[in-house]
C-alpha cells in the first residue's frame, strides 16, 4: 500500500538570505500515474539484482539515503508544488511503500546527510533540515549557503562534504567554451575568461555555518566546465569529480572536426581534485585518443594543437558527451571487495552525438585501490537504462541515470528523471 | 468528375512541387546545419534541455514568433518562464533569405502546419525592437 502525502517545507519563491518559512500542512493527493509503457530490462553483473524501487516520482536528481534507510531525492521541478520525495520500503521487498513529498514551492539537484542533517540545493541556494528518524523533515530548515547567481546554462548546484566539516559545491559556468558570443559559430574565447572569477569550479563553505555567500567563500578548485559529479573518496580523503566536456565541435569548427569526431570529443573528465586544481576549462579540452590536452579551438586549436596553458590530466577520459552526472564512492562494506574502494559513475547519456547513435545511459564502475590507484579499466555495471536501441534522439532513451546513492544496507540506488522519474534499486544477492 | 479532379489535383502538384521540393532540402540543411544539434533531426529537442519543436504552438502560430527565435534567441523568454535549461543564441547574422527557410522548414515539418515565411516576413521582424529580457 502506498501512502503518499504532499507536505509543505519551505515556501520561498526568491531565495534569499532572508530567513525562510516552517512547515505548515499536510495535503493528501492522488498517485501520479508512473509510466509503465516499454520499460527497460536494467543488465548488471552476475550476483546482483535490479528492483525498480519506485516509478512515477517525478524529476528524479540527486539522492542521500539516511541510516534508518528513507531516501531522500531532489526533484528538478517541483511534483504538484513541492521539490523533493521521500521513499521508504517498509516490507522489505525492494519497492517503496511510502512516498512524502516535501520542500515546497522548491525545485533542486543536490541531496546529502551531514552531521544530522539533511541538505538539499536549489540552483541558488543550499538549505538543510535537522534529519528525522523517519519520513519527512518537521524541522524549520536553515540557509547554509545563499546567493549563488541566477543562470541557466549549468545552473544546478550538486555538493558534498569531507570529514572534517567542509562542503564542496560545483558552480558550474553558464557557458561552452567562455565564448565572446554564447554557442555561436565563429565566436572566439574571452581572454581570459571572465567567468571564472565567480563561476566554472568547486567552492568551499563550513558545512554548519548558516547564511554563507559564495561571493565570501574560497575557490577551491577552478576550470571546471560543469561538475555535476563529484564525491568524497574516503579511502584517500580527496575530493573526486567528473565533468560534462564542450558541446558542438563540429558545428562550430567543421574545419577541424568531422561530425564522427565531435561525436565521441572531447573525453569526459573524471579527476581526483586537490585544492587550487586547475582542469583547464576553458583554453583546454581533452583527447582520450591522444591522451592528452589540447587547446580549445575558441582559443587557436585546431584539433591537433595541445594545450599551452595550466590544466591537469584527468584520470580518466570517457567518450564524448555521455554526461556524468553523479559519482559514488561505497562506503558500507557490504559488496564484493572489487567494488568497494573504486568508483561508480553514473551517465546521464548523451544529446550531442548526432549524427551517430546517442550513448551513454549506463552506470560504469572504475577499480581503484584504498590508496585510489586506478586497478583496471572502467567497466559497464549497470546498463540498459535507454531502452531498445539505438537512441538516434534522446527523448527516445527511457531512463537516464541521474543519481546514485547507497543504502544502510548497502543497496545502490540509481535514479532518472524521464518517462515519469524512476528509482532503480541494486542489491548483491551473491552467485 | 472525379477524373477532373484527379487531374487538377496532378496538375496542381506538378507546378508546385519541384519548387517546394527544393526549398525544403535547403531547408533542411540550413535546419541540420545551425538547429539540428540542439533540436535534433527529429525536432525532439532534449528533455529538461532545450525544447521540442514537434507540434508546437510557437511553430503553429504567428509567423514572427519563430522568427522572433531565430533572430533573439532565449534572450527574449525570460528565464523563469523558460522550462529548459540550455541557452538558444541569437541567429541574426544569416540571410533573411536562410532564416526564412529555417522558420518555414520547422513550421512545416515536425507535424506542424504553420506555413511559410517569406524573406520579407524576417526583415520586418527585424524592424521590431523586441524588450530586453536577457537574465
Redesign the interface.
Given at each position: 500500500m502506498i501512502r503518499e502525502i504532499f507536505t509543505a517545507g519551505v515556501a520561498f519563491a526568491c531565495l534569499s538570505l532572508a530567513p525562510v518559512a516552517p512547515a505548515t500542512a499536510q495535503v493528501p493527493t492522488a498517485a501520479p500515474a508512473a509510466t509503465e509503457k516499454a520499460a527497460p530490462v536494467i543488465s548488471v553483473p552476475e550476483g546482483f539484482k535490479v528492483d525498480v524501487f519506485a516509478a512515477g516520482i517525478g524529476r528524479a536528481r540527486h539522492m542521500a539515503v539516511s541510516p534508518s534507510g528513507w531516501v531522500y531525492v531532489a526533484l528538478m521541478r517541483p511534483q504538484k508544488g513541492f521539490g523533493a520525495v521521500a521513499l521508504h520500503d517498509d516490507n522489505g521487498d525492494g519497492v517503496a511503500d511510502q512516498k512524502l513529498y516535501f520542500a515546497k514551492g522548491l525545485r533542486g539537484t543536490g541531496v546529502g546527510i551531514h552531521n544530522g542533517h539533511l541538505y538539499y540545493s536549489t540552483d541558488v541556494s543550499i538549505i538543510r533540515w535537522k534529519l528525522p528518524d523517519a519520513g519527512i523533515p518537521t524541522t524549520k530548515p536553515e540557509l547554509i549557503v545563499g546567493g549563488f547567481t541566477r543562470q541557466r546554462q549549468h545552473s544546478a548546484k550538486p555538493f558534498t562534504f569531507d570529514d572534517a566539516g567542509h562542503l564542496y559545491v560545483n558552480v558550474g559556468a553558464p557557458s561552452n567554451a567562455c565564448m565572446e558570443k554564447m554557442r555561436q559559430k565563429g565566436s572566439k574565447g574571452m581572454d581570459p575568461c571572465p567567468i571564472l572569477e565567480s563561476y566554472g569550479g568547486i567552492w568551499r563553505f563550513d558545512a554548519d555555518k548558516t547564511m554563507q555567500e559564495q561571493a565570501k567563500a574560497e575557490r577551491y578548485a577552478t576550470g571546471i566546465r560543469n561538475a555535476m559529479a563529484l564525491d568524497w573518496n574516503p579511502y584517500v580523503n580527496s575530493l573526486y569529480l567528473a565533468m560534462h566536456g564542450r558541446d558542438q565541435l563540429a558545428e562550430f569548427f567543421p574545419q577541424y572536426y568531422s561530425p564522427k569526431e565531435s561525436a565521441d570529443l572531447p573525453g569526459e573528465e573524471f579527476h581526483k581534485v586537490a585544492e587550487g586544481a586547475n582542469l583547464g576549462w576553458p583554453y583546454s579540452y581533452y583527447d582520450q585518443h591522444v591522451g592528452k590536452r589540447m587547446k580549445m579551438p575558441e582559443y587557436g586549436g585546431d584539433g591537433k594543437t595541445p594545450a599551452d596553458r595550466p590544466g591537469q590530466m584527468p584520470l580518466i577520459g570517457f567518450p564524448g558527451h555521455w554526461a556524468p552526472n553523479d559519482l559514488l564512492f561505497r562506503r558500507t562494506g557490504t559488496w564484493p571487495a572489487h567494488y568497494q574502494t573504486g568508483a561508480f559513475i553514473a551517465f546521464h547519456g548523451s544529446w550531442n552525438r548526432a549524427p551517430e547513435p546517442q550513448q551513454g545511459y549506463r552506470v560504469v564502475y572504475v577499480p581503484m585501490d584504498k590508496k585510489g590507484n586506478i586497478t583496471g579499466q572502467w567497466e559497464t555495471f549497470a546498463n540498459g537504462f535507454a531502452g531498445k536501441g539505438p537512441i538516434m534522439s534522446p527523448r527516445d532513451a527511457y531512463s537516464r541515470p541521474t543519481g546514485l546513492a547507497e543504502g544502510p544496507d548497502g543497496a545502490l540506488y540509481i535514479s532518472s528523471l524521464v518517462h515519469g522519474g524512476r528509482i532503480y534499486r541494486v542489491t548483491y544477492v551473491g552467485k | 468528375m472525379w477524373v477532373n479532379k484527379l487531374a487538377i489535383l496532378t496538375l496542381a502538384a506538378g507546378l508546385s512541387g519541384p519548387a517546394f521540393a527544393a526549398s525544403t532540402d535547403k531547408g533542411h540543411a540550413l535546419y541540420m546545419?545551425n538547429c539540428?544539434?540542439?533540436h535534433?533531426?527529429?525536432g525532439?529537442?532534449?528533455?529538461?534541455?532545450?525544447p521540442?519543436l514537434i507540434d508546437s504552438e510557437r511553430a503553429n502560430g504567428e509567423k514572427g514568433a519563430v522568427i522572433d527565435m531565430i533572430l533573439h534567441?532565449?534572450a527574449i523568454i525570460p528565464?523563469d518562464e523558460?522550462?529548459y535549461?540550455?541557452?538558444?543564441?541569437?541567429f541574426s547574422?544569416l540571410s533573411d533569405d536562410d532564416i526564412a527557410e529555417i522558420a518555414t522548414y520547422v513550421r512545416t515539418h515536425f507535424e506542424n502546419h504553420g506555413g511559410a515565411v517569406s524573406a520579407d516576413d524576417v526583415r520586418a521582424r527585424r524592424a521590431v525592437r523586441l524588450p530586453a529580457v536577457r537574465?
Open positions: - | 546545419a539540428g544539434g540542439c535534433q533531426a527529429d525532439g529537442g532534449v528533455p529538461m534541455m532545450q521540442a534567441g532565449s528565464m523558460s522550462d535549461s540550455n541557452e538558444m543564441p541569437s547574422e537574465n
